[in-house]
């Protein structure tokens, strides 16, 4: 298996039951095993930006293509 670098440890994100987490789909993430007797469902969901028609399918891929200041301090930075 490939190592990956990572810019900052791991964050382990723990819950009750009945908590969201909500996560955009590139960041990188796995599920620890469930050792609970209770079933543990995931539901998954794609949203879609308001303006995809116009801004394109881009940001499946470019996490900020959707967030107008973090593009333009990425354009500012180079």
């Known amino acids: 298996m490939p190592?990956?670098?990572?810019?900052e440890p791991?964050?382990?994100i723990t819950g009750?039951?009945?908590d969201l987490v909500?996560?955009?789909?590139q960041v990188v993430h796995t599920a620890a095993p469930n050792h609970s007797p209770?079933?543990?469902y995931a539901a998954i969901f794609r949203l879609r930006h308001q303006?995809?028609?116009s801004l394109g399918n881009q940001a499946y891929t470019d996490i900020w293509r959707e967030w107008p200041g973090i593009q333009e301090t990425i354009s500012?930075?180079?």
């Open 3 to 7: 190592k990956v670098d990572l810019p």
């Open 10 to 12: 791991p964050l382990q």
């Open 16 to 18: 009750n039951a009945g």
């Open 22 to 25: 909500v996560v955009h789909h």
């Open 38 to 40: 209770n079933i543990r």
């Open 51 to 53: 303006q995809t028609s």
């Open 76 to 78: 500012a930075t180079g």
